[in-house]
Antibody, heavy 120, light 111 residues
């Protein structure tokens, strides 16, 4: 079964850090771009950014540039999101999702999400 | 920027629902394709892709769902609406190099 499972969410103070993980199974992870998408409570979907199959290219939405960083370990079929200098506005459910065809075919598979709460 | 309308859509079961998605710029990619997708999110669930490249249905999506449009104007049409269709529908494009954008979402509810 093709699956993505996020983990690592939790409650963190403003200015703190958190590292999210996304474990992939059921498909050749190294063949796909991977993205993070977030959803603030009661709000719509916001693309956070993505990372190329080999990790050589990464793109971020402006609001997280310089604070968030993506990485991946293809040997472990895992995607990571390092979040630093967290703000209240980063509170959201964070989903990982895959994209194919050089990133243009997005997002056919999603995880269930992990909740990040940033509080003072 | 993708602008959806309406933002709220009450529908009687069995009727047809239509959601519009308009882009501030053409979504035609240099390869000639238009990477406009539609997603459905039920309460408490992850989004699910329904339609990709304007009009192609994902596996398992009922043929009651159809996508149409071109350039900057796109429409998701749901015929014979059922109770299970409730939730929020989002359009999304990934046409411009590695910058994705979602519409605000349209909440479909059953009358």
């Amino acid at each position: 079964e093709v699956q993505l499972v996020e983990s690592g969410g939790g409650l963190v103070q403003t200015g703190g850090s958190l590292r999210l993980s996304c474990a992939a199974s059921g498909f050749r992870f190294s063949d796909y771009w991977m993205s993070w998408v977030r959803q603030a409570p009661g709000k719509g979907l916001e693309w956070v950014g993505n990372i190329k199959e080999d990790g050589s290219e990464k793109y971020y939405v402006d609001s997280v540039k310089g604070r968030f960083s993506f990485s991946r370990d293809n040997a472990k079929n895992s995607l990571y999101l390092q979040m630093n200098s967290l703000k209240a506005g980063d509170t959201a459910v964070y989903y990982c999702a895959r994209a194919y065809d050089d990133g243009l075919g997005a997002f056919d598979i999603w995880g269930r999400g992990t909740v990040v709460t940033v509080s003072s | 920027v993708l602008t959806q309308s309406p933002l709220s859509l009450p529908v009687t079961p069995g009727q047809t629902a239509s959601i519009s998605c308009r882009s501030s710029e053409s979504l035609v990619h240099k390869d000639g394709n238009t990477y406009l997708n539609w997603f459905h999110q039920r309460p408490g669930q992850s989004p699910r892709r329904l339609i990709y490249k304007v009009s192609a249905r994902d596996s398992g999506v009922p043929d009651r769902f159809s996508g149409s449009g071109s350039g900057t104007d796109f429409t998701l049409t749901i015929t014979r609406v059922e109770a299970e269709d409730i939730g929020v529908y989002y359009c999304m494009h990934g046409t411009h190099w590695n910058v994705y954008s979602f519409g605000q979402g349209t909440k479909l509810e059953i009358k």
